[in-house]
């Protein structure tokens, strides 16, 4: 009488996992089934850690590969060791690998960082179990083998990025694909997973990539049009050209201390039309006396009371000093703390900004040092023509020139004087001239001549310099030839973020011209670097975002020549792929080189708009989503209705032209049932239907279907409802 | 054609939402799109926009997938089979598809953790199951029990709330005490012995005495006599009384004189302090009573 028919099991407890995610109040406690990351979700992770791995060669020596691969075979630790000493061994790798590249790969530099990141991924994945593991290690691997590929732009690196991606779905997809058991199917089965959802994603991807903005980076500077705060002048003692006081020949670097040469100095946003980045100067310090060592400012230079009462209060005033004046421009500058007075406004300043006056050498001054960041809106003249009259004084001072210690300069700016007949304008085009034909380049780091006739010998026998030197050397030799000149520091240009109306200028846009003077124009500027060096600020020319200027450009001397090809600088660095090949012209033009450019030529050519900045690429880009997520709903759909076979087509297309007439089947009528209940509301309607359901019935449940006669009857049906 | 339902158009049911939601493997990939694309903005680095994009575009893809795998199934719970405390249970549901599409990696889940997957729902129906732990004594319906699918990825997690069955959790067989003997009170029912009753249907074991033979002769069918005050089988009283120890322990006990009774084929009777059941037998009556022990106060 005792026997235990049920036996009472060892109570079980539900797994960690399982016991952990029940409700306390729950009355059950459900067990999981497996956890466990299957093999070919495992192979396949390794395999995209290995593609990742692979990228990094030539920024990773050959060692690091060694170490990676080290650090993978952990796995191999036999199983049955405890966990602690794995954990133990992975960490010590770990670490040794910290120290490696540490030591070996140069602190904390990019490779470093890298080898670090992939030691990291490869020892997680030594000693990944679970399939939850899989999804970290995954991300991972993509990240790694993205940073990899940013110096393969081509379309091979196209082809790899790819293999990621489709490794990566495969690897996820394989613990949803449990019934293989050996490896090899399993692996077949995940590929096969990852298949038909990468070509279903393909055109959602293409569609991203075509219209997702291309703002260029980095993306700090994203941030500087959207109101990050610019960064301080850390150095107030050596501010950098552009800011400094003092101007020694070849010796003042656009920005003193190494990494600040990004930092902002100023953010513009120009209102509807935004000039080419070329013709932007931005007037800092304007240098008259050159001691034979460096150009200084005066000693009282940042003298309020003397700047103001010898400059100008109001536009009305300033006005009069303007003698030709050319495409009118309006923006709205943020300028960062530079602890002075600097505004730096675009030359040439066509009005005042509150707090503001203009020196007598234009330029726009603060009442106040810029102690925090301060924003105003000006309007200037891009091209002009200024001053009323020169002071003799100032005449004097800007014709000064230490002929002792320049006797070359000197006596060539005595031939160019008689060569020109004394005409300012003429004897400025043949001094450009001489630059321009003379073998002068440009570089950056020229060093430093140094002594007093550091001019003389960069003029006759470096020939090699900075925008500084040439500005500096041009300005004497000019004076040489009797034309009144002084040197302008500033800065040019801008990097404009392309698909906006923004220009953020950093202190590596740090620029020296000249300015010369002529009795009958006033002030003109003039600037070597555009003779000597062309393409280096011919950027960004063409790629206004606006189709044209309000005014058209009318040369004069002082307006740079012509400017070179709009991407003679890209195409410089990123060679387009052998264009005798089509597809791959193709490629590199709308794929490996796609930019904000080419994107507001294919918005163009998509939407017909006359212009486009990134809210036209946006809508175009939602646009597109909706006619894609529209094209797939229709297709899965068709897909759906396909996979009924044809003669229960037919006879629910008769029953919804009966429907039409309301007499829709009941859900659930049956078939037989419904044909009399038509039969007796629409009598002329009886022998149709009843043909019709009892053909379908035959089908449906007889033994020897015959569908033709469905298709036949239903069709009659459906026709006589008409 | 089996996968068409019976009467060609889809029955009338209350529709249930698809729940949609990224899972812990989609947020990493999610985090890895946007770290890609922070790279990709950072280096203007087409490659890497890619990548970034093909990502993106296969994990929203891959929303739809998995909401796709559940479209158009009908899904109901099957009853469970009661289970003691402490036991495993499975949980079991049906679901049907109203239309030709394969579905695939679909599981149950109870409160989020997902039982053995399916690979493949090929056409037409299927069933799906998970193995719950039975922690509390009574009768639950067991809340959040969902058929979910996370194909293709794993990235995002579809699933559809199926309104589940109520499962008897009956206490834990257990006890010392031996099955009570048959009742001495043999029949509640005992009049006169002589007295008859009725005829009933023939079966194989009655007296032949008790054949009603010209019953027989008439209409060629047998019909046993019945008499009433017939002793009826000996009945065991399962009474809360005769247990000992606290109410969980009589509960136990109870449980397990029912399940042994049961396997012996004996008639009994379940007296409970809220509740008692006639004598009889079968797995009608001791569901029934494993029922009413499961529901029996003072439930914890």
């Known amino acids: 009488m005792t026997s235990r028919t049920t036996a009472p099991s060892p109570r079980p407890m539900p797994d960690g996992a399982a016991r952990r995610r029940a409700r306390a109040d729950s009355p059950f406690a459900a067990q999981a089934a497996t956890t466990a990351a299957p093999r070919a979700g495992i192979v396949v992770a390794g395999l995209l850690l290995a593609l990742a791995c692979l990228a990094q060669i030539g920024v990773l020596p050959a060692w690091c590969l060694a170490a990676l691969a080290l650090a993978a075979a952990t796995r191999a630790l036999p199983r049955r060791l405890p966990r602690r000493f794995a954990a133990a061994v992975r960490l010590a790798l770990l670490a040794a690998a910290v120290a490696l590249a540490w030591h070996a790969l140069d602190g904390a530099s990019a490779a470093a960082l890298r080898f670090v990141l992939a030691v990291v991924l490869a020892l997680k994945w030594a000693e990944l179990r679970a399939s939850r593991e899989l999804a970290p290690v995954l991300a991972g691997g993509l990240l790694l083998l993205a940073i990899g590929l940013l110096e393969r732009q081509s379309l091979p690196g196209f082809a790899l990025a790819v293999l990621g991606v489709v490794l990566a779905m495969a690897a996820s997809a394989a613990p949803t694909q449990r019934r293989a058991k050996r490896l090899r199917a399993g692996m077949r089965l995940a590929l096969a997973a990852a298949r038909r959802p990468t070509l279903a994603a393909l055109p959602l991807a293409a569609l991203l990539f075509a219209f997702f903005p291309r703002v260029p980076g980095p993306l700090w500077d994203l941030g500087y049009t959207l109101g990050l705060p610019l960064s301080v002048f850390a150095d107030r003692s050596e501010p950098g050209l552009g800011a400094a006081s003092r101007l020694a020949p070849g010796r003042t670097r656009p920005a003193v201390a190494a990494g600040k040469d990004d930092a902002p100095v100023l953010v513009a946003e120009f209102a509807g039309y935004v000039p080419p980045t070329s013709q932007l100067y931005w007037r800092g310090p304007v240098f008259y006396d050159f001691d034979g060592g460096a150009w200084r400012l005066e000693a009282d230079w940042s003298n309020r009371a003397r700047l103001m009462g010898e400059g100008f209060r109001g536009a009305r005033q300033f006005d009069a000093q303007v003698r030709e004046k050319r495409q009118p421009i309006d923006y709205r500058v943020r300028v960062g703390a530079n602890g002075a007075y600097w505004l730096y406004g675009l030359d040439l300043p066509a009005k005042l900004a509150a707090e503001s006056y203009l020196t007598r050498e234009f330029q726009l001054l603060s009442m106040t040092p810029l102690r925090e960041e301060s924003a105003y809106s000006m309007s200037a003249w891009l091209d002009y023509a200024a001053g009323a009259a020169l002071a003799p004084a100032l005449r004097a001072r800007a014709l000064a020139f230490p002929a002792g210690d320049l006797p070359r300069l000197a006596a060539l700016g005595a031939r160019l004087r008689r060569e020109n007949a004394d005409a300012p304008g003429a004897i400025v085009r043949a001094a450009l001239a001489h630059l321009a034909q003379d073998g002068f380049r440009f570089a950056d780091a020229a060093g430093a001549p140094g002594g007093a006739d550091a001019y003389d010998r960069f003029w006759f026998d470096g020939r090699r310099g900075d925008a500084e030197l040439y500005a500096g050397a041009l300005a004497l030799l000019l004076r040489a030839a009797g034309v009144p000149t002084r040197v302008v520091t500033g800065y040019r240009g801008g990097k404009l973020m392309a698909l906006t109306d923004y220009v953020v200028v950093k202190r590596s846009h740090a620029h020296a011209w000249l300015e010369a003077w002529d009795d009958a124009r006033g002030w003109s500027r003039v600037d070597p670097s555009d003779v000597v060096a062309p393409e280096r600020f011919g950027g960004d020319a063409a790629k206004a975002t606006k189709p044209s200027p309000p005014v058209q450009a009318v040369s004069a001397a002082a307006v740079p020549p012509a400017a070179p090809a709009p991407r003679a600088r890209a195409a410089a660095t990123a060679p387009v792929a052998a264009a005798d090949n089509p597809w791959a012209a193709f490629a590199g033009r709308w794929i490996v080189h796609l930019d904000g450019w080419r994107q507001i030529e294919l918005a163009r050519r998509a939407g017909g708009a006359g212009t486009a900045d990134w809210i036209v690429l946006l809508v175009l880009l939602g646009g597109g989503i909706a006619l894609l997520a529209l094209a797939r709903g229709a297709w899965l759909r068709w897909q759906d209705w396909r996979r009924v076979p044809k003669p229960e087509r037919a006879f629910r297309a008769a029953c919804a032209a009966l429907a039409r007439h309301e007499l829709a089947r009941a859900p659930g009528e049956c078939a037989s049932r419904y044909a009399g209940r038509v039969a007796a509301l629409w009598p002329e309607m009886a022998e149709p239907v009843r043909d019709a359901a009892a053909a379908w019935i035959d089908w449906r449940y007889g033994t020897r279907p015959d569908a033709g006669a469905v298709v036949r009857t239903s069709r009659i049906l459906e026709r006589a409802c008409r | ?300």
């Not at chain 2, 249930?16 to 890895?32: V, Y």
């Not at chain 2, 990696?105 to 989020?112: D, K, P, R, T, V």
């Not at chain 2, 969980?248 to 302090?273: I, M």
């Open chain 2, 1 to 300: 054609m089996a996968s068409m339902p019976a009467d060609g158009t889809p029955a009338s049911s209350p529709r249930t939402r698809i729940r949609l939601r990224p899972t812990a493997a989609g947020l990493w990939m999610l985090a890895a799109v946007v770290a890609l694309l922070l790279v990709a903005v950072n280096y203007g680095n087409n490659l890497v926009y890619a990548t970034a994009f093909l990502l993106l575009a296969a994990w929203l893809q891959s929303a739809w997938s998995a909401r796709r795998q559940l479209q158009g199934l009908r899904v109901r719970a099957l009853p469970p089979r009661e289970v003691a405390c402490g036991g495993t249970l499975r949980i079991e549901i049906a679901a049907e598809a109203a239309d030709a599409r394969a579905r695939k990696a679909l599981s149950l889940a109870l409160e989020g953790v997902e039982g053995e997957a399916v690979d493949v729902m090929q056409v037409g129906a299927a069933t799906f199951g998970i193995d719950v732990l039975a922690l509390r004594r009574g009768v639950h319906r067991p809340a959040g029990l969902e058929l979910a699918s996370r194909w293709p990825f794993g990235w995002w997690r579809a699933a559809l709330a199926v309104a589940s069955a109520p499962c008897v959790v009956h206490p834990r067989p257990d006890g010392a005490l031996p099955l009570p003997d048959a009742s001495p009170v043999r029949a509640l029912r005992a009049e006169g012995a002589d007295a008859f009753a009725d005829l009933r249907a023939y079966r194989a074991g009655d007296a032949p005495a008790r054949i009603d033979w010209r019953a027989w002769a008439r209409r060629e069918e047998l019909l046993t006599r019945r008499f009433d005050g017939e002793r009826g089988a000996a009945t065991r009283r399962l009474c809360w009384d005769d247990a000992r120890g606290d109410a969980e322990a009589r509960l136990s006990q109870l449980a397990r004189w029912v399940l042994d009774a049961d396997a012996h084929g004996d008639e009994y009777a379940l007296e409970l302090p809220g509740a008692s059941l006639a004598p009889a037998r079968g797995a009608e009556h001791r569901a029934a009573c494993l029922r009413a022990l499961a529901s029996a106060e003072p439930a914890p």
